[in-house]
């Protein structure tokens, strides 16, 4: 309900809103130009001061008005015609013509009636309230995602356009429900709906016999400060029984010009001093620097809706093929996808399809959004998580565990884990597994034991959709064949070959950077933006299975590398050693980004044996500000396999590899990077201590064993491995 109301007069209204952001962002500019503009008065002038300054100027004087902004405007009559000006405080002079600044007459109509009279002021009045609902519907979905009001500003996680869009509304979000709350305000009191009318003095004459005392004589304008004035109306001369009338903050009064005495007076009420309050939070006058940061506020809203309808669209592309998708509230079975690459989801559609076509309502949606309020009828749960990283979640559904474990009470519905994962990972669908904890941890019945699918086999999946449909009675028993990833011609430019000696034939592969489109370039989709770390999925000839390569290069050095071992048999590694300059191959880009330096310039410690130094070199690469970092590098023989020798040196000498250990297997002592870390020992404390980062990439024995070394060598200084990859100071890329 509240995406829903969030998303549709999102779009319908995007334009209207899109408008009244705009100009509201740009007449936000006026009270300070204005301020800016206007000569100031002196803090101890009074309005006698003003009125007789203004009164020797034009003798004529008919009122006198100042705005919140400090500025002056004096009206006359002289010699039988009508004049005004704007006036200086300080000496009563004319300044020149009262009209409005440029082009504020314009975005004022635009603004607050479109051009449209009353019916453009109802038009821009549903556009507030709209921009309302969005704000608050907004708010509610930030809250929601963060885990809660309290981690309002926590770090945001997950695709760029959604977080981007996050970060815009934690922003601005304030400002539009105040902005949009105050407009409908104003629109209120413009058609009368509010009882705010300035509060008028009872009427009174003035003593028609005695003649007009100066300024300064009479008490009201004389003790009343010139920075209080609203407006000050000169008695007619014409009519001997006329008064004056002076409007300030504090109400408005009818004086005496013969006695100087105050005849009446009236204070305004509670929503005539609202309303002021009100016009004061929406258009910055009289607080213009509240104008201004509303006004940037304001123009956060077509970034807003851009980001918004990215999101919006990939969400669409993600669930794209889920059909007679029940909605959450009456859904009896709840199918919650936790997916990075998006494979997860071809089973999930599969399993929806399923069974929906037995009978059953169901609704799929991804485990990132799992709220347990939102299934009222959910009779059982089934979550497919896939596991990234070392055994952790996909990036969109890091939250959910610890949302998890801060439930109350565990789900009344029961719960069957089904686990996307490589059993050449170490940890095998580490984050089903992980998930699974967390549910019995809170004492979630389970409706069926955990189960796996490893490398998105077929056979695994169609053997659990047979055990689920024993659980729910249910002939299931569903057949998804994985789809053929979108890929695109990869052109090698360049190869480097190494390690032939050693038996270990390595080659470093440079391809060129498929043009982007429009769309990838805007969004940041595909070779569009990519890191070193990220990787590379290569489709081989004769296989529908990726095969990934972290990449050694960004998209700021214009082209695409990685290291490629050839394995003995390998159908893709054998495939990708083959090609010549000019060759193609078929690949995609997959975002990595659990495997990046941090932020900040807390020196990193660079791990890596054989093809692992790939990423690393990519970080030493783009290590342009010079951070410090230290690189560990395990290889056979210098003179065979030590790849990126020469930048390595240049990288040295220009600052941008701080120190480089090397440990080589087949050559003089036999060293392992792991040994060459022992006899860092101190150092390493010392630099971890300090608050260093440790990056690993390499074979999953050369990780194991350096993770062993770094747990002896972190005891001095109370740390471990777990603990420093707790604080995302250990990650590791390992294959
Ligand atoms: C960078 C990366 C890290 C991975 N880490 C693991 C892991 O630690 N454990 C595991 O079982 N599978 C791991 N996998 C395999 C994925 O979980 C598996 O391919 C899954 O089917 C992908 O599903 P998705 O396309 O829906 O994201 C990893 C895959 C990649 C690309």
Known sequence: MLRFLHRWPGLLAALLVLVLALSGSALS??????????????STLTVADLAARVASAHPGLEQIRRAPSGRVVAWWFEGGRPGAAVIDPATG?????????????????????????????????AGAAL????????????????????????????????????????????????????????????????????????????????????????????NTPAAALRELSLPSPDDPTDTFKLVTEGGAALIDPGTGAMLSSATPGFFEKATEIMVMLHT?????????????????????????????????????????????????TVVLVASEGGTTWGFARTLHDGLTAAGQKVHTAPLASFDPARYARARRFLILAATYGEGEAPTAAKAVLDRIAALTSAPAAPLAILGFGDRTFPQFCGFAESLRAAAAAIGWESLMPMATVDRQSAQDFARWSRDLGAVLGLPLDLTHLPERPKTTALTLISRRDHGAEVQAPTSILRFEVPQATLWQRLTGQGFARFEAGDLIGILPKGSDLPRFYSLASSARDGFLEICVRRHPGGLCSGQLTDLTPGATVAGFVRRNPAFRPQKGRKPVILIGAGTGVGPLAGF???????????????????????????????????????????????????????????????????????????????????????RDALAEILVPIGQTPASLKAEGRYAEDVY
């Not at 500019?29 to 100031?40: G, S």
């Not at 314009?106 to 479109?114: A, K, N, P, W």
């Open 93 to 125: 002079a004319d300044l020149g013509s009262p009209d409005p600044l440029p082009g504020s007459r314009f975005l004022t109509d635009l603004h607050r009636e479109l051009f449209a009279g009353d019916t453009g002021r109802l038009v821009a009045a």
């Open 620 to 706: 030493l690469r783009a290590n342009r500000r010079h951070r410090p970092m230290h690189l560990y590098f395990g290889a056979r023989a210098p003179q065979s396999d030590l790849l990126y020798e020469a930048e390595l040196r240049d990288w040295q000498a220009a600052g941008q590899l701080s120190r480089l250990t090397t440990a080589f297997s087949r050559h003089g002592p036999k060293t392992y990077v792991q040994d060459a870390l022992r006899a860092d020992a101190p150092e390493l404390a010392r630099l971890i201590g300090a608050g260093a980062q440790i990056m690993v990439c390499g074979g999953r024995d050369m990780a194991a064993a350096v």
């Open 284 to 332: 910055g006058q009289g607080a213009s620097a509240l104008g201004l940061l509303l006004g940037l506020m304001s123009l956060s809203v077509p970034a807003l809706a851009l980001t918004g309808a990215q999101h919006w669209w990939a969400g669409l592309r993600s669930n794209r093929r889920i059909r007679r998708n029940a909605r959450a509230q009456l859904a009896e």
């Open 131 to 222: 921009m309302l609902a969005l704000a608050i519907s907004g708010a509610w979905l930030v809250a929601r995602r963060m885990g809660g009001w309290s981690r309002w500003f926590g770090r945001t996680r997950g695709p760029f356009a959604g977080r981007l869009h996050v970060e815009l509304a934690r922003f601005a979000v304030g400002g539009l429900i105040l902005s949009s709350l105050t407009a409908l305000w104003m629109t209120a009191s413009m058609f009368s709906l509010l009882p705010d009318g300035a509060a008028e003095p009872a009427p009174a004459l003035a003593t028609a016999t005695l003649p007009r005392l100066p300024y300064d004589q009479i008490p009201a304008l004389a």
């Open 29 to 42: 500019l006026y009270p300070a130009l204005e301020r800016l503009a206007v000569p100031q008065a002196e």
